[in-house]
């Protein structure tokens, strides 16, 4: 009974901690800071125009038919706002409780594979690796398309070791809920994975119970009605969605965002820092193992699955974290088990921490300044970056000082340390957020524009499209010599409006109707070149607004 007493008391200590930790870095100021181009923009912009339409079957953005990414993500932000309110906060919590769940159901699966001090490591490894922390903070589709196939994968896992019916289910549900926040990838990934697993576990024939029909009927009622629906009514959608969002963005390069094969290795690196370091020795010791080759084979299929892909972009891989993790977990708890000492892991981290001081230590005294303004696209760095700039170095050089002692340079003592500078480190950034609140958005150019004073006044993109400004107005923009993203949505008769030429674009600024113009710093020759000689009202990083006379005047103070 003591024992039990005991064990008990730990878990209650290891989810205390875990909470405390998911709360400091998923949670604390989630609405501090602004909405970041393109992809915030685009994923608030769409659930708000579904609740002010009140149609949650066809995505609108900007309220023109919008089709490249199926709507689960959409549906969960609508309904935050539904109950909260219309805010960043409201926007980016469905996101953050994903990043809790992906870290609940990551400490599960390693607690039911090995024990439940593999689980804790595991993780507090997912939730301190720094790519993660930034995808819980950045609302975009992969956090939740992340979740459902960790889920999905580590019932199958479950169900293959157990045989328990009621994984395959959760399987189903999982995998349907992915098609419905990504598309055919949900179901390419896991498929290809288990195929794989099978064949090197010489059961191939397992592979006629995951397909039971029980779990296709569950799969095929979740998964596809609202394709079907949408296909009917939207007859553009099929060849949209599936040949050109799909097909041709894997097999081409046309959405110019290609790189190069090695392309996620340092994504790779970067994202699960610091716990990436152990990746190597997590490799060669447990690629054999049978409890852990399902994962394995996991993170190798999406690794190398989008590294082939014609579309490249670092938060692709996310799905990966939480099976490395889980690897990462093990191995750590093993070392602590077996007292395997980590030396060349403390080198590379000595290292590495060394690098951090240095370039905090410049970054402080200003060495940076012409770099990062440049970077930045304004004439000087944004306030708070000294006082981070001092954090970090006082961090890095803690754990620095820390490392010299010998319980440091244990399994144990490593992963406390790494831990604790991890979590060091990703709460400075969120206590100094306004460094990066003025960057990649245009928050302050649409909270000015709203000012007018004229209901019907007007804004113009010209040349581009920043999908923030929908959202932060609240209303319809205008792209002006530009359709971007939205050229397939340009094609039906109702949106035709939206989108000006530049003849149209010189009569609407020349008119008396107030017009207000965003654009892109470099883009102001152009400007010049049509006639358009206003000065410009504000600007905030590389964006600039300008208004024509009647825009002026409607503002306050002018």
Known sequence: MAALKHIDARKAVYLLAVAAVAYALFFYNLGGYSLKEPDEGRYAEIPREMVEQGNYLVPHLDYVRYFEKPPLLYWACAASYKIFGVSEWSFRLPNAVFAVLCVLATWLLAARLFSMEAGFLSAVI???????????????????????????????????????????????????????????????????????????????????????WQALVVFVAIAVPWFVIICVKEREFFRFFFIDQNILRFVTTRHNRSGPLYYFLPVLFGGLF????????????????????????????????????????????????????????????????????????????????ALVAVAGLAMWYGRADLLLSDVAGSASLPEGFNSLSLWMLAVSLLALVALTAQEARGPTGLFVLLAAFSVAVCVGILVHV????????????????????????????????DETLPFYLGRRIYLADYKGELEMGSKYPDSEGTFLGQDAFLRLFRSDRPVFVVFKERRIDRLRGLGIEEAPVLCRADRCLIANGSASAALPGR
């Open 126 to 212: 997912l939730m301190t690796s720094f790519g993660f922390f930034g995808m819980a903070r950045i609302a975009t589709i992969d956090m939740l398309f992340s979740f459902l196939l960790s889920v999905a994968v580590f019932s199958f896992n479950e169900f293959y070791w157990t045989g328990m019916r009621r994984f395959l289910y959760v399987l189903s549900v999982s995998l349907a809920l992915a098609v419905l926040a990504k598309g055919p990838a949900a179901v390419i990934l896991p498929a290809v994975t288990v195929v794989i697993f099978l064949l090197t576990e010489k059961r191939f024939s397992f592979f006629k119970e995951v397909a039971s």
């Open 274 to 353: 610091p716990w990436s370091v152990f990746i190597p020795r997590a490799a060669a010791r447990f690629w054999k193992m049978r409890e852990l080759r399902l994962l394995s084979i996991w993170c190798c299929v999406v690794f190398v699955f989008f590294s082939f892909s014609g579309s490249k972009l670092p938060p692709y891989i996310l799905p990966l974290f939480p099976a490395a993790s889980v690897i990462l977990g093990c191995l750590i708890a093993e070392m602590r088990r077996e007292r395997i000492q980590p030396v060349g892991e403390t080198i590379v981290y000595a290292f590495f921490l």
């Open 434 to 465: 306004r460094v990066i609140d003025r960057f990649d958005t245009t928050k302050e150019l649409a909270l000015t524009a709203r000012q007018a004073q004229r209901g019907d006044a007007v804004v113009v993109n010209y040349g581009a499209f």
